[in-house]
Protein backbone atom coordinates (compact mmCIF):
# COMPACT_ATOMS: atom_id res chain seq x y z
CA UNK A 1 0.00 0.00 0.00
CA UNK A 2 1.45 3.60 -0.75
CA UNK A 3 1.82 6.54 1.20
CA UNK A 4 -1.05 8.06 -0.32
CA UNK A 5 -3.79 5.38 1.19
CA UNK A 6 -5.60 4.83 3.88
CA UNK A 7 -5.64 2.18 6.42
CA UNK A 8 -8.90 0.73 4.39
CA UNK A 9 -7.30 0.69 0.97
CA UNK A 10 -9.04 3.87 -0.27
CA UNK A 11 -6.47 6.27 -2.72
CA UNK A 12 -5.98 9.89 -1.28
CA UNK A 13 -7.50 12.14 -4.16
CA UNK A 14 -5.61 14.68 -5.45
CA UNK A 15 -7.34 18.19 -6.00
CA UNK A 16 -6.04 21.05 -7.84
CA UNK A 17 -4.38 23.83 -5.49
CA UNK A 18 -5.57 27.41 -5.62
CA UNK A 19 -3.45 29.21 -8.32
CA UNK A 20 -2.76 32.16 -6.44
CA UNK A 21 -1.36 30.62 -3.55
CA UNK A 22 1.80 28.86 -4.34
CA UNK A 23 2.73 25.57 -1.78
CA UNK A 24 5.56 27.66 -0.04
CA UNK A 25 3.13 30.15 0.89
CA UNK A 26 0.34 27.65 1.82
CA UNK A 27 2.53 25.75 3.82
CA UNK A 28 4.07 28.97 5.25
CA UNK A 29 0.53 29.59 6.41
CA UNK A 30 -0.41 26.34 7.72
CA UNK A 31 -3.35 26.16 5.03
CA UNK A 32 -4.09 23.92 2.28
CA UNK A 33 -6.10 25.98 -0.04
CA UNK A 34 -7.54 24.21 -3.25
CA UNK A 35 -9.61 24.71 -6.13
CA UNK A 36 -13.04 22.88 -5.27
CA UNK A 37 -13.38 20.24 -3.10
CA UNK A 38 -17.06 18.67 -4.16
CA UNK A 39 -17.72 17.21 -7.53
CA UNK A 40 -21.22 17.39 -8.50
CA UNK A 41 -21.33 13.47 -9.52
CA UNK A 42 -20.46 12.77 -5.46
CA UNK A 43 -23.10 15.05 -4.37
CA UNK A 44 -26.01 13.53 -6.54
CA UNK A 45 -24.77 9.75 -5.06
CA UNK A 46 -28.18 9.65 -3.00
CA UNK A 47 -30.77 11.00 -5.65
CA UNK A 48 -32.63 7.95 -7.23
CA UNK A 49 -32.68 7.50 -11.03
CA UNK A 50 -35.94 9.89 -11.38
CA UNK A 51 -34.09 12.60 -9.72
CA UNK A 52 -30.92 12.39 -11.35
CA UNK A 53 -32.78 12.65 -14.56
CA UNK A 54 -35.03 15.74 -13.41
CA UNK A 55 -31.95 17.54 -12.25
CA UNK A 56 -29.74 16.97 -15.62
CA UNK A 57 -32.54 17.38 -17.70
CA UNK A 58 -33.10 20.86 -15.70
CA UNK A 59 -29.73 21.56 -16.56
CA UNK A 60 -29.64 20.93 -19.84
CA UNK A 61 -32.67 23.06 -20.31
CA UNK A 62 -30.43 26.23 -18.23
CA UNK A 63 -27.56 25.38 -20.49
CA UNK A 64 -29.74 25.91 -23.66
CA UNK A 65 -31.59 28.95 -22.25
CA UNK A 66 -28.02 30.78 -21.62
CA UNK A 67 -25.46 28.58 -23.16
CA UNK A 68 -22.78 31.69 -22.85
CA UNK A 69 -22.51 31.62 -18.68
CA UNK A 70 -21.16 28.20 -19.46
CA UNK A 71 -17.81 27.28 -20.58
CA UNK A 72 -18.65 24.48 -21.57
CA UNK A 73 -19.24 24.59 -25.75
CA UNK A 74 -21.52 21.34 -25.73
CA UNK A 75 -24.64 20.25 -23.99
CA UNK A 76 -24.21 18.86 -20.30
CA UNK A 77 -23.86 15.50 -19.47
CA UNK A 78 -24.09 15.65 -15.58
CA UNK A 79 -26.05 17.77 -13.54
CA UNK A 80 -25.46 20.86 -12.08
CA UNK A 81 -24.52 21.17 -8.30
CA UNK A 82 -27.89 23.98 -7.68
CA UNK A 83 -30.05 21.21 -9.80
CA UNK A 84 -28.83 18.42 -7.81
CA UNK A 85 -29.79 20.02 -4.62
CA UNK A 86 -33.34 20.91 -5.97
CA UNK A 87 -33.97 17.06 -5.95
CA UNK A 88 -32.77 16.93 -2.82
CA UNK A 89 -35.43 15.55 -0.34
CA UNK A 90 -35.59 18.48 1.80
CA UNK A 91 -34.82 16.65 5.16
CA UNK A 92 -31.74 14.80 3.53
CA UNK A 93 -28.36 16.80 3.38
CA UNK A 94 -25.17 15.24 2.46
CA UNK A 95 -22.15 14.52 4.03
CA UNK A 96 -19.32 14.09 1.91
CA UNK A 97 -15.87 13.20 3.25
CA UNK A 98 -12.32 13.54 0.95
CA UNK A 99 -9.34 12.48 1.68
CA UNK A 100 -6.64 14.52 0.08
CA UNK A 101 -3.14 13.58 -0.68
CA UNK A 102 -0.71 15.46 1.75
CA UNK A 103 2.02 15.53 -1.37
CA UNK A 104 0.16 17.83 -3.30
CA UNK A 105 -0.04 20.53 -0.39
CA UNK A 106 3.27 19.37 0.72
CA UNK A 107 1.88 18.82 4.05
CA UNK A 108 4.15 16.69 6.55
CA UNK A 109 3.40 13.22 7.44
CA UNK A 110 1.70 10.34 5.17
CA UNK A 111 -2.08 10.68 6.47
CA UNK A 112 -4.37 12.75 4.10
CA UNK A 113 -5.39 15.96 5.07
CA UNK A 114 -9.56 15.23 5.42
CA UNK A 115 -11.64 17.39 3.37
CA UNK A 116 -15.43 17.75 3.88
CA UNK A 117 -18.04 19.05 2.38
CA UNK A 118 -21.71 19.24 2.88
CA UNK A 119 -24.41 19.53 0.34
CA UNK A 120 -27.85 21.22 2.02
CA UNK A 121 -30.87 20.49 -0.35
CA UNK A 122 -32.73 23.63 -1.85
CA UNK A 123 -35.99 24.15 -0.06
CA UNK A 124 -38.31 26.97 -1.63
CA UNK A 125 -39.19 29.33 0.36
CA UNK A 126 -36.57 28.89 3.19
CA UNK A 127 -35.22 31.07 5.61
CA UNK A 128 -32.80 33.22 4.80
CA UNK A 129 -29.97 32.88 8.03
CA UNK A 130 -27.47 35.11 8.69
CA UNK A 131 -24.12 34.30 10.47
CA UNK A 132 -21.76 36.27 12.14
CA UNK A 133 -18.13 35.49 13.77
CA UNK A 134 -16.52 36.99 16.46
CA UNK A 135 -12.94 38.39 15.91
CA UNK A 136 -10.99 35.69 16.61
CA UNK A 137 -12.26 33.67 14.08
CA UNK A 138 -12.22 37.01 11.66
CA UNK A 139 -8.38 37.33 12.48
CA UNK A 140 -7.66 33.26 11.75
CA UNK A 141 -9.18 33.54 8.45
CA UNK A 142 -8.11 37.12 7.34
CA UNK A 143 -5.79 38.44 9.20
CA UNK A 144 -5.09 41.51 11.26
CA UNK A 145 -8.24 42.60 13.25
CA UNK A 146 -11.68 42.84 12.74
Known amino acids: MSTDQLATGVGALERELLPNL???????????????????????????????????????REWHEDPGRSRRREEPDTPSG???????????????????????????????????????PTRSGARTVTYKVNNIYWSQEYGGDS
Do not use: K
Open 82 to 120: PNIRRQRDPNNGLLLLYPLSPQVGDVEGELPVIGFGISF
Open 22 to 60: RVPEQVQEGRYVIRRLLAPRDEAIDLDLPAYGAALQQTI
